[in-house]
């Protein structure tokens, strides 16, 4: 197997960024659809809200494609998860229908998050509409991460584009032809184009599947339910944290000033963090495949930087250039009045690129060494650190500001206080992983030089 370069991580690389991206945009999208509707403060609030439940219900579906890629090596194998992957998505469709159809909903929404009640109704039929998200997401990542093992990237790209494409047609259409609210449109769109990707990925891999993954090597062990757990239920963990951290910031928000302002805001500069990011994202998987290959180590650490320097760029650049103002009028659709708001917190969210680059390196080491625990132990850190800070915010934030000043953060909008946080959870995040994963570098230039 020859040495890896610079062009060897584009050719695995790309493909994946360009999907990630694709997947990206969709929110600022849908956004800008349920901004355009009536009443757009609560239909996006309400939209961050249903949005969040779901994410947070799928965490397990995301999980799929970092263990279909890393473990997915042979036909039983990939038989042997895809069972799994079954069973995990009955169980979690059964826990979305409980929240969607049951008083558990109440309890969630007004009791646990605090969301102002008028929400309530419109986020119930956004959650009971998106019951198709979780087992065809699961489904899709799982069959992406064995076209990723097999060098397959630019099918994944094919298909989310395909997606992107169907989801746009359908939400313009809907908006022009239809009654429904904004947050409705969202809803029926995004499940419509997770079941398309999932059909067209499902047909994409069979063959796939037939050529490319051999039967299992002798000697080698078989992919059993206990290792299967072992490698996978840290992901989870990791992921499920990573999503709370949504449902979190919604309900610190609502506790904070301008809760309706900051709640409307918040999704839409989400999803300019979450675009920017895109990139680094798909560099996870990347990682997990180019580990394998001699020479590796030193060629993605330098990629990491330079990834991470041209991705910080891009919310500096909206920060100090109209494209940000036309970002937020025209493609996002904003309301004028938190715009200003908006292009501030760009100045805040202009490190969280190239830590979460950091982090996609530190993450695809230790995820290739099979050591998912220790990514586990970061995102607990990194959690714990971003509660505590969002607590602390929110109770000096809602402090009445006494004439000579005095009360510290008095009345500063939540967005602030959510993005600031981010900021320390990340870095916490990466000291832990740089820590966990520099004996994994030493073990594979150890494999290396024996190979």
Not at 33 to 45: I, M
Not at 299 to 323: N, Y
Not at 325 to 335: M, S
Not at 419 to 438: D, E, T
Request: net charge positive; with cysteine; proline share 6%.
């Amino acid at each position: 197997m020859p040495n890896l370069s610079t062009q060897g991580i584009l050719k695995t690389w790309w493909p994946l960024a360009l999907s990630w991206f694709m997947i990206t945009v969709e929110q600022p999208l849908l956004a800008a659809v349920v901004a355009r509707s009536v009443d757009p403060k609560e239909q996006l609030a309400a939209w961050g809200l249903a949005f969040s439940f779901v994410l947070v219900l799928s965490a397990p579906s995301i999980s799929m494609l970092a263990a279909s890629t890393a473990l997915s090596r042979d036909r039983e194998s990939y038989r042997r998860g895809r069972r799994y992957m079954i069973w995990l998505c009955v169980g979690l469709t059964s826990v979305h229908v409980l929240l969607a159809f049951t008083p558990v909903f109440d309890f969630v929404m007004l009791g646990l998050i605090s969301a102002p009640a008028e929400l309530a109704e419109p986020v119930r039929s956004g959650v009971r509409i998106m019951l198709p998200f979780i087992p065809s997401l699961a489904l899709r990542r799982f069959q992406y991460g064995v076209l990723i093992r097999c060098d397959q990237t630019r099918a994944v790209s094919l298909g989310t584009v395909l997606r992107l494409m169907l989801e746009v047609a359908l939400a313009v259409g809907l908006f022009w032809m239809s009654p429904w609210s904004g947050l409705i449109i969202a809803s029926i769109t995004i499940s419509v184009g997770v079941v398309f990707e999932a059909v067209y990925a499902t047909l994409r891999v069979r063959p796939v599947v037939r050529k490319n993954l051999l039967s299992v090597s002798p000697g080698a062990p078989p992919l059993t339910l206990h290792r299967f757990s072992r490698f996978y239920l840290p992901l989870v963990l990791t992921t499920f944290m990573q999503i709370l951290l949504q449902p979190l910031v919604s309900a610190s928000l609502s506790r904070m000033p301008d809760s309706l302002g900051s709640l409307a805001l918040w999704p839409v500069l989400f999803g300019v963090l979450l675009m920017t990011n895109s990139a680094a994202f798909a560099f996870v998987e990347s990682v997990i495949v180019l580990l394998d290959r001699p020479g590796s180590i030193e060629v993605l650490r330098r990629f990491t930087w330079k990834l991470g320097l041209a991705l910080a760029a891009v919310p500096l650049v909206m920060a100090v250039t109209p494209f940000g103002d036309f970002w937020f009028l025209r493609v996002a659709a904003l309301p004028p009045e938190l715009v200003g708001q908006a292009k501030a917190a760009l100045w805040l969210i202009i490190p969280l690129p190239a830590l979460t680059t950091l982090s996609s390196l530190f993450q695809g080491t230790l995820i290739n060494s099979q050591r998912t625990r220790s990514i586990t132990e970061a995102d607990s850190l990194s959690l714990t650190t971003v509660t505590t800070l969002l607590v602390i915010g929110g109770l000096w934030a809602g402090r009445p500001c006494l004439s000579g000043g005095g009360a510290l953060l008095c009345g500063v909008s939540g967005v602030y206080v959510a993005v600031a946080a981010y900021n320390c959870g990340s870095i916490v995040r990466n000291m832990w992983l740089w820590r966990r994963s520099q004996k994994v570098y030493l073990s594979i230039r150890l494999r290396h030089a024996r190979a």
